[in-house]
């Protein structure tokens, strides 16, 4: 027998096929709806009724029958692995044959599925195993795919989401590092010449005191013994550099005038010239020279800070009657 005579028009179901179809297609058969389609297709063979009998209960099988499976329209939501595992059960407990159960599954369904039925005329001769895998390999895999697609995604990115997490830690960290080793080498070069670092610093300001400007050889000598501790010379040096200058002559002078009067200047040479004291051997002296040296904003050479410091020694006493002559032509505060 053709296939094609087995089937009915294509759309459209036995009569009350759909109203009785009240189960979702990923429903399981229950065991009362086995036994009492069993109960009645028993009673229906036994019949002693005619051939209108007959025929009237084979309506009322297919009719049960029809309403244990349920429709599949072909949606992301229904699940077509258990719409055909209902039906293979259904057709094993009731003992239906082939050709029963594949009229019966035509019938069922709608949509898009049903687009896809009446998409080939080849369909039409496909037993249930043939239509079975058909459908299940158009309908049956969208599911897993998106799973495996973004199953997929995830591993491309290599990273759960912790990993991505730790990663970004990481990189949290090595940006903190980055930040630090940066701020270490602004410091260094700041503080070029010196190895005393900042934060051990002891002698902070060192110029702040009421120590300077020094006043009296004793003083400068009290001083030269200081800096032959090695801290306080390089907090010392720092110090100064940090009084700057528009250019060396005038970073010297400022260096001088904050550690020395003009009257303590006055009696002291270069090289002890004229009678006086020797400026050049002092510890002060190395002081300034190193502190010049390691400015790099001036091109500065020994020798020119040399001849700037002579120059200041040389003028300090001329300087020092001008201060105290601007100092006795202040008025003096009345009581």
Request: aromatic share 6%; net charge positive; hydrophobic share 35%.
């Amino acid at each position: 027998m053709v296939m094609e005579d087995r089937i009915p028009q294509l759309g459209q179901s036995p009569a009350n096929a759909d109203s009785l179809d009240t189960s979702g297609t990923t429903g399981a058969v229950t065991i009362e709806e086995i036994i009492s389609a069993t109960v009645r297709a028993l009673r229906s063979s036994d019949s002693p009724l005619g051939t209108s009998s007959s025929q009237a209960s084979q309506g009322h099988r297919s009719t049960d029958t029809a309403a244990m499976i349920p429709i599949f329209s072909g949606t992301p939501e229904e699940d077509i692995n258990s719409w055909f595992q209902r039906i293979h059960l259904v057709q094993q407990t009731l003992a239906m044959s082939e050709e029963t159960i594949l009229l019966t599954l035509v019938t069922k369904l709608r949509g898009v599925a049903l687009d896809f039925y009446n998409s080939k005329p080849t369909h039409t001769l496909l037993n249930l195993r043939e239509l079975e895998f058909e459908l299940k390999n158009v309908f049956g895999g969208r599911e897993n795919k998106l799973q495996l697609r973004r199953k997929k995604t995830v591993e491309q990115h290599g990273l759960t989401f912790e990993r991505q997490v730790m990663r970004q830690l990481v990189l949290l960290n090595a940006k903190v590092n980055q930040q630090t080793e940066t701020l270490n080498y602004i410091l260094e070069k700041l503080n070029q010449g010196t190895a005393v670092p900042l934060q051990n610093q002891e002698y902070t300001n060192f110029l702040q005191s009421d120590f300077f400007p020094i006043g009296s050889i004793e003083a400068l000598e009290n001083m030269e013994e200081q800096l032959q501790d090695e801290a306080k010379k390089k907090q010392l040096i720092i110090d100064l550099k940090k009084l700057g200058g528009e250019d060396t002559k005038k970073m010297i002078r400022r260096m001088l005038e904050r550690l020395l009067t003009f009257k303590l200047g006055s009696m002291y040479t270069w090289d002890g010239a004229r009678g006086k004291r020797v400026f050049g051997t002092l510890s002060i002296s190395q002081v300034i020279k190193s502190a010049c040296a390691t400015t790099q904003r001036h091109n500065t050479t020994e020798d020119e800070v040399e001849r700037f410091i002579k120059e200041w020694l040389r003028r300090a006493k001329e300087r020092c009657i001008q201060t105290e002559k601007k100092k006795c032509m202040l008025p003096s505060n009345k009581q």
